[in-house]
């Protein structure tokens, strides 16, 4: 499960075993489901039974390694960051055919891993203006959709577009509402200045910034 996205018929094998032993233990005889699954796997501070829900858990164990790979140093991180991470912007990875089926696997669950991730900005060459977190809790293109939609750059990090002067082009021209919008991203740009550090990695769902299979 840390190695290996699991396939949804595998998982749902697994279940259908536990399910069984949690109803009906070591008896043959059949018996009903009480409660729904779902709401067992659910932890105990929300009522249910803390049972560990195996998709969330593989998934919570496999974007551990995005964190390792963003955070740590080490050889099989140099290996590959030169074979794969050509491009410094993770949200800007696509899958290829030539790439290891682990790599696909990783980049199957890229979205949970980015959803708890932001970026601390130091010079901005690995974070992409749109798709991370860094101006805010949540990216930009969630907090401005409609101007996202029709933006010409979606695929840009941030130092680029500091060094255009956070301008943009839009393939329509922008009504009122969508000025207003603009104008309210460009003030909340402006506040923000670049520096020669690299930009580091945050998991906001920790105290202490490290990401944590539990969270």
Known sequence: ?????????????????????????????????????????????????????????????LCKWWWKIEKEEGLWQEIVRQKYLQNPCIAQ???????????????SIRSYFLKGRMIKVGNGSRTDFWQDSWCGSIPLKDQFPALFEICNEQVLTIEKALQHDWRLTFRRWLDIGLQ??????????????????????VWKWEKSGAYSVKS
């Not at 069984?20 to 105990?44: A, D, E, P």
């Open 1 to 61: 499960m840390s190695m290996s996205l699991l396939h949804k018929t595998i998982i749902n094998k697994i279940d259908v075993i536990r399910k069984r032993f949690f109803w009906q233990g070591g008896g043959t005889k059949r018996k009903y489901h009480l409660v729904k699954w779902s709401r067992i796997c659910q932890t105990k501070e929300k009522g249910g039974l803390g049972v560990k829900d195996l998709r969330k858990m593989n998934i919570s164990l």
């Open 93 to 107: 990875l696509k899958k290829r055919q030539s790439n290891s089926p682990f790599w696909n696997d990783l980049l």
């Open 180 to 201: 207003e919008q603009w104008r309210t991203l460009r003030d909340m740009l402006f506040s923000y200045a670049l520096n020669n550090e690299e930009d580091l990695p």
